[in-house]
Each structure stands twice: as C-alpha cells, then as structure tokens.
C-alpha cells in the first residue's frame, strides 16, 4: 500500500471555504496580539534583571563586608560596607564604605584609604567571584561617606531625630 501524503497547497483552505469549525483560532488583525505578549515579556525580562542586579548588589555587600572584616590590613579592617548599587549595570557597583570608627576618614585620609582599596580589589573580586555565581566578577569603584552621614541618613529614613 502507498502512503498518502498531502502537499502544501492540497492543505491550505481559501478563506471562502473556511468556517467555523475549521479547527483555526481568530487571531487579532495586524498582528495586535503579538505584539502585545512580546511587550509583557520584554517587562518582565527588564524587571528579572533588576531583581537580578539587585540581588547581586546584596550578596555582594555582604561578603565584602565578612572579608574586610577578617582583612590583614588594619585600614580595611576598620571598613563597614553601607551599600551596594549597579553602577550603571551589574557588570560595575559602587560600593559606599564608612568608617567604623572616625580612624580612617580622619587620621589617615580617605585618599590613603582608597588606595589600600585599590590595592585589595583583586583580593576582593577573588573573594566575590567565589561567593557569587556568575561569568566574571563585577568591577568595583568605591566611595567613602562619612559616619555622621549615614547615621542621618539612617534617622531619616526611620523617622526618628
């Protein structure tokens, strides 16, 4: 016996011999329909990979916190991490370190600390890149706030004096 197989124009229907119970789905006209899954998918891609930027930013300040905290260099030591910020991707943060006491911003000067900063960042993306699963590590650019700011900011953003 011999298989029938149907080609393409045998298979294709005039619209004047469709119907309704042709088994076809009414589609929008023009395209609307498409376009408008493709918009809520592009959303929902852009506020995935903020979500995602922003959960690197966290898990990133908090292992840069527990590293500079068991650091060798007594300036480093004296770092807390107050936050974390895509800068202006997750590929680059900025990180907003303060003093943990007035030590390092006064005696020793924050152009000093940045450059045991500086000298520590390969130490520190290391740390980073095996704390966080991804490709590369992010490339870090730093930024010293004063104590006194971040405790205003702080009684600010809770609405105490």
Not at 85 to 109: C, E, H, K, Q, Y
Not at 122 to 145: D, F, M, N, W
Request: some cysteine; overall charge positive.
């Amino acid at each position: 016996m011999r298989n029938h197989t149907f080609s393409s124009e045998q298979i294709q229907v005039s619209p004047a011999e469709a119907g309704d119970e042709d088994g076809r789905v009414p589609t929008l006209p023009s395209g609307r329909k498409q376009r408008a899954r493709r918009a809520r998918r592009a959303e929902s891609h852009v506020q995935r990979a903020d979500r995602k930027a922003w959960q690197l930013c966290r898990q990133v300040a908090v292992t840069l916190d527990e590293v500079l905290a068991e650091c060798g260099d007594g300036v480093l030591r004296g770092l807390h991490v107050v936050s974390v910020t895509p800068f202006p991707d997750a590929s680059r943060l900025r990180v907003t370190l303060t003093s943990i006491d007035d030590r390092p911003g006064g005696v020793i000067g924050a152009g000093s600390v940045l450059n045991h900063l500086e000298h520590a960042t390969g130490h520190l993306r290391c740390e980073i890149a095996s704390a966080v699963t991804r490709k590369r590590a992010p490339v870090l650019v730093y930024q010293l706030v004063e104590p006194k700011a971040v405790e205003m900011e702080t009684a600010s953003n809770t609405g105490s004096c």
